[in-house]
Structure formats: structure tokens, C-alpha cells
């Protein structure tokens, strides 16, 4: 976990805020839109959120991918819990957490959790999986551990 691959901004308006930015830097394609959690049972995703096995939490993400870093917003769906619909309540719009691609989980998870830091909400869209840490109260923000099935870091 070398290199900060992500910056994950939770937003009310995905569609609103990726226009901004396509206007700032005067991009003209918007980025796919995904759709994540159980809301979406047709793209196979699901969302653990606090232990919660059958959670509804869902969300709709659209990434940029700039030189160096990539860009994440996302916008929860619905009103069930989530840790996007949690941050966005408590904090508002703004930056939920760094990402770092890894290749193992368990390993991941293991230091994690001998640091203290419990796994907030974890999930899968089809091409890999995510880990959230609550890293909050140490550093201001959430680690977010990605696996992707067919890529090594």
C-alpha cells in the first residue's frame, strides 16, 4: 500500500457534481456510471454494511481518472443505511476516504484490525471488492482497501 490510488467524494448529486467538473477541466465525456449494492441485484453486487449480510446499502459511483490519481464520486441510494448515507447526513458533501489497490484481503484485514480500525462496510461490483476501515477518528477519513479479481498491483 504504496500509493494512493483513489479519492472517494460523497456527493447529493452525482450527475450535478460530475458536470462541475467536466466543466472545470472542459472534459466532454461523462465517465460510466455504476451501480452498487443490492438495489442493482442484476450487475451482482452486494453490501455488508456493520455485519449486516442482507443490507440494501446502494449507491451510484462515477470515476475520473486523472494521470496520477482517480477521482470517486459517490451518491448513496435510497434511505437504507449505508456509510455513504451516514457521512453524507453527519458531515455533508465531501471527501470520505483514500483508496489503495491491494492483492490480499486477509492480509489487509489483519492489519487493520491489529491497529484497531474495524471494517465499516465492504461490497463487490463485478469486477472486484472493497473494504472500508473507520479510520475516522485517528486520521479524518476512511481507508478504503480494492481488490480487483484480474489485476495485480
Known sequence: MKRVWQIGVVVRNLERTAAGLMDLFDMKELPLINRVGRK?????????YKGDK??????????FEFE???????????EEPSEWKNFLDKYGEGIHHLGWKIEDVNEAEKLFQSKGYKEIQSGNWGEGEYHYFDTKQTLGFVIEVLKFYNETN
Request: proline residues 3%; glycine residues 6%; hydrophobic residues 35%.
Open 40 to 48: 442493482f441485484v442484476s450487475e451482482g453486487c452486494r453490501t455488508v
Open 54 to 63: 442482507k443490507s440494501m446499502a446502494s449507491c451510484m459511483t462515477c470515476c
Open 68 to 78: 496520477n490519481i482517480e477521482i470517486e464520486f459517490i451518491q448513496p441510494c435510497g
